[in-house]
């Protein structure tokens, strides 16, 4: 008998997720679900088979890396859905997300350095400017959108610093970022224009470069292994303005809604604000925003988690499953900014193993300065209005249209 096949199209898992994967967690580590216009994949529910599937080199991201596969690659099916232009290809194939073993471990390493510690910590002043002058921007007018007025001109603004784009580009820039989240745009004609933009900034920083991640990659170009070639900086630049703008916009309005309906724990942090970098961990698991970890494919048959798997069947994780499992948090539903987890422990909002968020670092840092500001350093902040969400996609990350306030 045919195993049975749970739709994540079900209202429970917009009503109340972190239920309704709770159910899954308790049925089996292993779910088959359904996803809308895809033949159906294993969703494993629990924090540790999660962290061992993302370890596992039998897993991989790409199905041309499976052996012996003749079908459509990751490549080939996104540029079919997305009804991009052929010149786009070699963009996806140097995609760092969707690439596997020795070229994803080459590019990793390319691009560290522009993730360094001190990197990342020159960012601080910046970062706190920017974010001083929306909420000064925000008292004044006493009310708007915590989302369009603070949270994503603040991320949009950091991610844009980082790479190294020029102020007086970042509009255009910020409107092409959101043109990848939207449904009622364009995405081809948007990509076209990101991408065709961050190869003029390859020219100009290779004319003169700067202290930034486009020139850090561009002295880092040439044609053998330990060089970047201009089409991985152009992929790993739109990953990095993508994966660097919304999740992080969405889980700052997240995070503040946590702690408004937790008033002793924003008390907590309110009378000892220096605990905050310690909170981040638990603020991280318990306002994510993505629900579900991107797809891996099995190379060969193989048991997983007490459940045969054969090669070529796609798994994925459940995020919002493994940051509320028991085994690993005592009372998960509980926000506790004091929590304490032993070594080896943790959420899984970046993901684990080789594939593990390289701007790790950077969202915490966006997230403390961000609740400093909003949360910590004023008590007036209230929501003013009805939230809205853009519809949700099944293992897409919750973003908010609409969420008003008032200081």
């Not at 690439?99 to 691009?111: I, M, P, Q, T, W």
């Not at 992080?248 to 408004?260: D, K, R, S, Y």
């Not at 509980?334 to 032993?342: A, M, S």
Request: hydrophobic content about 40%; charged content about 25%.
């Amino acid at each position: 008998m045919a195993e049975p096949i749970v739709s994540l199209l079900n209202p429970e898992f917009s009503e109340d997720p972190i239920a309704a994967y709770a159910r899954l967690r308790e049925m089996s580590p292993l779910v088959r679900v359904g996803f809308p216009g895809g033949p159906p994949v294993w969703l494993i529910t629990r924090n540790e088979g999660i962290k061992a599937a993302l370890s596992d080199p039998r897993f991989v991201t790409d199905t041309g890396n499976i052996p012996g596969h003749l079908g459509p690659s990751i490549a080939d099916q996104a540029m079919v859905s997305l009804g991009l232009p052929e010149e786009f290809r070699e963009y996806f194939t140097s995609n760092l997300m969707l690439s596997d073993g020795e070229y994803h471990a080459r590019l990793r390493r390319l691009v560290r350095p522009a993730f360094t510690a001190r990197r990342i910590k020159a960012l601080r002043p910046r970062i706190e400017a920017l974010s001083a002058r929306l909420m000064d921007a925000l008292a004044q007018k006493g009310s708007g959108d915590l989302i369009w007025d603070y949270s994503q001109p603040l991320t949009a603004g950091v991610i844009c610093e980082l790479i190294g784009i020029d102020e007086a580009d970042q509009p255009q820039v910020r409107e092409w970022m959101n043109e990848y989240a939207s449904p009622d745009t364009d995405f081809a004609a948007g990509t076209t224009g990101l991408f065709g933009y961050i190869k003029e900034l390859i020219a100009r920083r290779r004319a003169e470069p700067r202290e930034d991640m486009i020139s850090t990659m561009v002295q880092a170009m040439g044609e053998d292994d330990d060089r970047f070639t201009e089409a991985e900086i152009i992929a790993m630049t739109g990953l990095m303005v993508n994966a660097g703008y919304h999740s992080t916009a969405g889980f700052i309005g997240q995070a503040v809604l946590i702690l408004l309906d937790n008033p002793d724990q924003l008390a907590l942090l309110r009378a000892k604000p220096e605990a905050l970098p310690h909170a981040m961990e638990e603020l991280m698991r318990v306002a994510n925003p993505v629900p579900v970890a991107g797809p891996r494919y099995a190379t060969e048959d193989l048991e997983f988690a007490g459940t045969p798997v054969c090669k070529g069947d796609a798994l994925t994780g459940s995020i919002e499953s493994a940051n509320f499992d028991p085994r690993v948090f005592r009372d998960p539903r509980r926000c506790d900014v004091e929590r304490v987890l032993k070594p080896g422990e943790g959420h899984l909002a970046f993901g684990a193993g080789p594939h593990r968020c390289l701007g790790a670092a950077l969202a915490y840092l966006e997230g403390e300065i961000a609740l400093t500001h909003l949360m910590i350093e004023r008590d007036s902040l209230e929501v003013a209005g009805r939230l809205r969400y853009r519809e949700p996609i099944p293992g897409g990350a919750r973003l908010f249209t609409a969420f008003p306030v008032r200081l």
